[in-house]
């Protein structure tokens, strides 16, 4: 049986909702409320304009009503809407913002209105495919996170019995040596308050400290960045236009006979 078309006020809105100019607009709603949102965190100015936020916050939550209201009637059947999850996250924030209204959910509302700004993410696809690629990367992550574990643990009870005597605040028990790998790690004022203070005492503390941002900081995190980047460039591939890759399959196909003619020549 043939689909049914699309009725040409239907077709009308799908082109308005995705139009270039309407992404633009929503986007620009979406940095308007993450202003407001900043804005209302400043005492002086919230209780002052007080009336005036609670408008605007009302006004951009009918003004997303509006947008998802027509994104859904664009989708044929409506029910199609909900087949992606960020049209799923879309709608949930925008009916919980409807949902807690009230002076009984101020925090909850408050909340609601910083997580708006996550639309962002819905709104544009270049950073769609940036999220998704990092969610695919989380069962490759946790291979890591168990060696980073390892790593960590190990550095941990060694530190703890070597230097637990000479330098308690960081090496006291296995919790503050844990908390303390974990600064050095980001490589964050270590060698000021951490290692030059105990080389004073210690002369070959360095050996300790110089093996563990190597092994724990340069290639552990290394292979957080390779995996996320191999996530990232698969997520583009799939998104390219099928004629695209078309192009990238041929042109390869030409630089491989290129390569065996040259090969047949050398013999």
């Known amino acids: 049986m043939a689909e049914e078309k699309k009725p040409e006020w239907r077709k009308r809105i799908a082109f308005l909702t995705e139009h270039r100019y309407f992404t633009i607009i929503i986007m620009v709603l979406i940095f308007i409320n993450a202003v407001i949102v900043g804005m209302e965190t400043y005492p002086e100015l919230h209780t002052r304009y007080m009336e005036w936020f609670h408008f605007a916050d009302r006004l951009l939550l009918w003004l997303f009503t509006v947008e998802i209201a027509l994104r859904m009637i664009a989708a044929k059947p409506f029910y199609h809407f909900f087949h992606s999850g960020w049209n799923w996250f879309d709608f949930l924030i925008i009916a919980a913002g409807h949902l807690f209204a009230g002076a009984h959910f101020v925090t909850v509302l408050r909340v609601l209105r910083v997580l708006r700004v996550l639309r962002a993410v819905t709104v544009l696809p270049s950073l769609r495919r940036l999220v998704d690629a990092l969610m695919r990367t989380i069962p490759s992550l946790f291979n890591i996170l168990f060696l980073m574990g390892l790593v960590l643990y190990i550095y941990a009870v060694i530190g703890t019995m070597l230097y637990a005597q000479v330098s308690p605040e960081y090496f006291g028990n296995l919790q503050r040596t844990l908390l303390t790998l974990f600064q050095i790690i980001t490589l964050e004022s270590w060698t000021e308050a951490v290692l030059r203070p105990l080389m004073e005492v210690e002369p070959l503390s360095w050996i300790y400290f110089i093996s563990f941002v190597l092994v724990g900081t340069f ?24 004629q695209a890759k078309k192009q990238d399959v041929e042109a390869l196909q030409s630089e491989i006979r290129d390569l065996k003619e040259m090969l047949n020549k050398r013999e």
């Open 219 to 242: 290639i552990v995190f290394n292979l957080f960045i390779g995996v996320i980047v191999n996530n990232v460039e698969r997520a583009n591939e799939e998104e390219m236009p099928p």
